[in-house]
């Protein structure tokens, strides 16, 4: 585990999408390379997303970005922090209007 100032949670997780990039895993660095927040807590990298099919790649790819961990000489764990989006009142709205009037709502 790095010690605490030595190495950020950044760093590492910059590290990480490095290794996907040189290790030819496009579709999982394309989609890690978004991604900043990130922490360490209770000796994992913890990485906090938002998106479902984010989560669903991220949960796929986990032995590549484990072992892009123990490339970097890390002993620690990888762990996923997936959080649903509230709906904003807008979002609440069209999605109640369209089950009432369907195909007939345009939105501009």
Sequence with gaps: MPKKGSVSAKTIWGKVVLFLKEHRFVALHVA???ITDVSIEENNLVV????????????DGRREIENALRWQGLDIGFKLDYRVREKS???KDI????GKVGQYLIIK
């Design 95 to 98: 999605e109640n209007l369209k």
């Design 89 to 91: 009142n807008e979002e």
């Design 32 to 34: 890690c390379g978004d």
């Design 48 to 59: 906090h997303i938002k998106d479902s099919m984010l989560n669903q790649l991220l949960g």
